[in-house]
Nanobody, 124 residues
Framework: VQLQASGGGSVQSGGSLRLSCTASERLTSSYSVGWFRQAPGKEREFVGTIRFSSGYTYFADAVKGRFTISRNSAKNTVLLQMDSLRSEDTAVYYC??????????????????WGQGTLVTVSS
């Protein structure tokens, strides 16, 4: 399976963007699709994840209440809706698929397949 991330761009602080992650083939229900980001000069960090089977989502504290994740199983697509964007959300965003256990969804090493990044720039 391959992942294709899209939807990045430039937005002013307080604005919204929606990123898409499309899989090249059907993801089984055991998969989770996570979003990670890497800002310039910083390490990659977990943003949020969704479990395909249940729609269960989990978010990093930094984005909780501002970002949501949804899935469209028929289109093999996961959406990351980002609202109330801040300058500190500026980063390259990546989607990844894997089968992390619930207690370790933030561990990027448990996501086997990665898409290319898409740049999000938030200006103040």
């Amino acid at each position: 399976v391959q992942l294709q991330a899209s939807g990045g761009g430039s937005v002013q602080s307080g604005g919204s963007l929606r990123l898409s992650c499309t899989a090249s083939e059907r993801l089984t229900s055991s998969y989770s699709v996570g979003w990670f980001r890497q800002a310039p000069g910083k390490e990659r960090e977990f943003v949020g994840t969704i479990r395909f089977s249940s729609g269960y989502t989990y978010f990093a504290d930094a984005v909780k209440g501002r970002f949501t994740i949804s899935r469209n199983s028929a289109k093999n697509t996961v959406l990351l809706q980002m609202d109330s964007l801040r300058s500190e959300d500026t980063a390259v965003y990546y989607c990844a698929a894997g089968r992390p256990i619930l207690s370790a969804v933030q561990d990027s090493n448990l996501y086997r397949v990665w898409g290319q990044g898409t740049l999000v720039t938030v200006s103040s």
